[in-house]
């Protein structure tokens, strides 16, 4: 199995400012996918972006965006201009759906 | 609206006793997937099904059973050899066509064992 590493328990940020959630993974396979994903208070799970490992190109949803290195293993997400409703758990996800232990992110006013 | 249904939200029973979680989808999904969520530790897969009468186990199946006889319906069996079932359950499926799909989750349940 496809091990993922989340080794921030918590981070915070200012509002409107930008904030990375690190990741890093093991895998032996050549092509995969990477996920995060988003819990609110509501508990109700949210893709929030995906990567595919052969696509040079980092993958960008509006304000959200990877920084990927594949030779480094590593898959952060960066937020911009955060807001209020961004504040809840993010969990990184393997392509064999395993997923890092979260971060729990606080959106200061 | 196609998506994915758990129930109860929360569930109560005593020690000793197997309860069993449903979990129901209409997203016409061929995998489903059981994870529980322990405070600190993330979402660990329990067991998982990619194909009707088919599951293979996941990191932590002890205490766990799964049946998978119908493509909509993937429920979650907590026995009495579970040591510590109290936790948040929640169902997720995903399609298998197309490489790369993502997970759609259900709103979990909480069970409670006392």
């Known amino acids: 199995a496809q091990t993922v590493t989340q080794s921030q328990p918590e981070m915070s940020v200012q509002e409107a400012e930008t904030v990375t959630l690190s990741c890093t993974y093991d895998?032996?396979?050549?092509?995969?996918?990477l996920f995060w994903y988003k819990q609110p208070p509501s508990r109700q799970m949210i893709l929030v972006i995906r990567q595919e490992a052969y696509k040079q190109q980092n993958a960008t949803e509006n304000r959200f965006s990877v920084n990927f290195q594949k030779a480094a293993k590593s898959f952060s997400l960066k937020i911009s201009d955060s807001q209020l409703g961004d504040a809840a758990m993010y969990f990184c996800?393997?392509?064999?759906?395993?997923f890092g232990a979260g971060t729990r992110l606080t959106v200061k006013p | 609206d196609g998506g994915i249904t758990q129930s109860p939200k929360y569930l109560f029973r005593k020690e000793g006793q197997n309860v069993t979680l449903s979990c129901e989808q209409n997203l016409n999904h061929d995998a489903m997937y059981w994870y529980r969520q322990d405070p600190g530790q993330g979402l660990r897969l329990i067991y998982y099904?990619?194909?009707?009468?088919?599951?293979q186990k996941g990191d932590i199946a002890e205490g766990y059973s799964v049946s998978r006889e119908k493509k909509e319906s993937f429920p979650l069996t907590v026995t009495s050899a579970q040591k510590n079932p109290t936790a948040f359950y929640l169902c997720?499926?995903?399609?298998?066509?197309?490489?790369?799909?993502?997970?759609?989750f259900g709103n979990g349940t909480r069970l409670t064992v006392t």
């Open positions: 895998t032996s396979e050549s092509d995969y996918y």
């Open positions: 099904s990619q194909i009707v009468n088919d599951f």
């Open positions: 997720a499926s995903k399609t298998m066509t197309g490489y790369g799909s993502p997970l759609h």
């Open positions: 996800a393997s392509n064999d759906m395993r």
